[in-house]
Every structure is written in structure tokens, then in C-alpha cells.
T-cell receptor, first 112, second 120 residues
């Protein structure tokens, strides 16, 4: 399978714990995006990487959130001291030069 | 800032009938595109169709077509011959184009979505 993959697919954690999600984009894609989607809403942009450089962060990305793409390939999204409001689907996409973005299956986070 | 509006929270259609899902957008980008995605209950986001703002003809892709009215800033999705498997959430989205010196190329702004239910 050469699509975008995300791991884990589901994560249940207790409030206050740290969680880390991984995204593996399509190998030749240099652009990588993270989005967050809450129930019944459209996805909202979190952050954008071009190769290893994080070029944009949304205001939604509080200090508890950090994202990396150290070698310009896979990316990780970490949430520290999780809160119940962090419960959402976290979507990763990748694209090349044109606008089409390919979505991963998402990581569904539940904070108890 | 871009704004995408989908005014229909939910739509119902009989199997084999056609249905139109509305989307209006507000963007200052002179050159833009518009995507439609389908999201079943499993959560995956499935690309359906793309319309470029300078495309002369409405985009079509199998049973999916766009009613693109540039002057009205609307790009409604038409699904013909609905199937039970079409039941899902549908989103329209517009990508940002780079502003001079900007770095937000490609990030998508989504509408609120429309839940489509196809009845047998």
C-alpha cells in the first residue's frame, strides 16, 4: 500500500497523559499537513511542513502541541498534558506540487 | 481569510435518484480550485472531484459532477443515480494559494459538511 498511513488508528488516554501520533506520507510528496476534526465538523488546519521545515502553525496548535518532520519523511504530532477537549480525529495529508492532498486514515483520540 | 459554507446539515434521497449538495465559498484568491470529499462513517476522507477556477467546463467524474457558477461563487455537487453506499458526510474544501512571500500553499479550508442519507 503506497498511500498515507497513520499510527495508531485509535488512542484512548487519560487526561494529563502525553500522546504521540505518527504519519507516513506518500514517499515522493514533500508537503505534509496535519488537521484536526471534531465530531460533526469539517477538518481544521493545524500545521504544514515542506520537507523538514514547519512553515505554518495554526492558532489551534497550542503550546501543548508539537509536530516534527525530522528527515522530511514521516511526521509526528505530540500532545502533552491531554485535555478532554483534545478528543478528535487527527488527519494527516500529503501532496506534491499540485493541490491534491491525499488523506491518511486518521488517528481517533479519546481523552477520558 | 477564506470561508466555505455548506448550508444543508442533512439531505435525504431515494436510491437511484439524483441529489445536489450545496457549497458556496468566499475567497480573494484570483486562481483557486475547489475539492469535494466524501467521509463515510469509517472516517477516511475520499477525494471525489476537483474544479479549477479557470476550467471552462464543469468537472465530471463518473456519477459525480459539479454545477460550478463562478459569478455566484458556488460549486454544488450533483450525485446521479444515488446508491446506498453514497450515504456519508460530504465536504467541500478550497486550498489556499500562496500570497507574496507566503507559505500557506495548499492548506485546505473545509465547509461544515452535509450528511447524505440514501433510502432504499
Amino acid at each position: 500500500d503506497t498511500g498515507v498511513s497513520q499510527d495508531p488508528r485509535h488512542k484512548i488516554t487519560k487526561r494529563g497523559q502525553n500522546v504521540t501520533f505518527r504519519c507516513d506520507p506518500i514517499s515522493e510528496h514533500n508537503r505534509l499537513y496535519w488537521y484536526r476534526q471534531t465530531l460533526g465538523q469539517g477538518p481544521e488546519f493545524l500545521t504544514y511542513f515542506q520537507n523538514e521545515a514547519q512553515l505554518e502553525k495554526s492558532r489551534l496548535l497550542s503550546d501543548r502541541f508539537s509536530a516534527e518532520r525530522p528527515k522530511g519523511s514521516f511526521s509526528t504530532l505530540e500532545i502533552q498534558r491531554t485535555e478532554q477537549g483534545d478528543s478528535a480525529m487527527y488527519l494527516c495529508t500529503s501532496s506534491s506540487r499540485n493541490n491534491e492532498q491525499f488523506f491518511g486514515p486518521g488517528t481517533r483520540l479519546t481523552v477520558l | 481569510a477564506q470561508k466555505i459554507t455548506q448550508t444543508q446539515p442533512g439531505m435525504f434521497v431515494q436510491e437511484k435518484e439524483a441529489v445536489t449538495l450545496d457549497c458556496t465559498y468566499d475567497t480573494s484568491d484570483p486562481s483557486y480550485g475547489l475539492f469535494w470529499y466524501k467521509q463515510p462513517s469509517s472516517g477516511e476522507m475520499i477525494f471525489l472531484i476537483y474544479q479549477g477556477s479557470y476550467d471552462q467546463q464543469n468537472a465530471t467524474e463518473g456519477r459525480y459532477s459539479l454545477n460550478f457558477q463562478k459569478a455566484r461563487k458556488s460549486a454544488n455537487l450533483v450525485i446521479s443515480a444515488s446508491q446506498l453506499g453514497d450515504s456519508a458526510m460530504y465536504f467541500c474544501a478550497v486550498p489556499h494559494s500562496p500570497s507574496p512571500g507566503g507559505t500557506s500553499y495548499g492548506k485546505l479550508t473545509f465547509g461544515q459538511g452535509t450528511i447524505l442519507t440514501v433510502h432504499p
